[in-house]
């Protein structure tokens, strides 16, 4: 079973740029992509960002440019930095894993086995 704790939420001003990250343990060993998901309030989970064991990186279009996901494959740790926040990017956001290795990463949630609690992020001022 693999365990996915995220960190770094809170609550943070309009063009902050704070960083989530999700320290993975457990059974990692085929996983293959890892990403994160975000629910904002009203609305269904949607994708923010994956990235596969090559270090190929997918974004979704609404954040495209502000955020960038990177990992540490010796520590297991994913990270998302959040550039330019907006109050719309304020959501829940998930760590996700898959061992779906197809050439392009799936977007869509009913794809990523496992999910982490999920960490709160509101962007206010």
């Known amino acids: 079973q693999v365990r996915l704790p995220e960190s770094g939420g809170g609550s943070v001003q309009p063009g902050r740029s704070p960083a989530l990250t999700c320290a993975a343990s457990?059974?990692?060993?085929?996983?293959?992509?890892v990403g994160w998901f975000r629910q904002r309030p009203g609305q269904d989970r949607e994708a923010v960002a994956i990235?596969?064991?090559?270090?190929?990186?997918r974004y979704a279009d609404v954040v495209k440019g502000r955020f960038t996901i990177s990992k540490a494959n010796a520590r297991n740790t994913l990270y998302l930095r959040m550039d330019i926040l907006e109050p719309e990017d304020t959501a829940m956001y998930y760590c996700?894993?898959?061992?779906?290795?197809?050439?392009?990463?799936?977007?869509?949630?009913?794809?990523?086995?496992?999910w982490g609690q999920g960490t709160q992020v509101t962007v206010s001022s």
């Open positions: 996700v894993e898959t061992a779906h290795c197809g050439r392009i990463a799936p977007m869509s949630a009913s794809w990523y086995k496992t």
């Open positions: 457990g059974q990692t060993y085929s996983t293959y992509r």
């Open positions: 990235i596969d064991s090559r270090g190929v990186a």
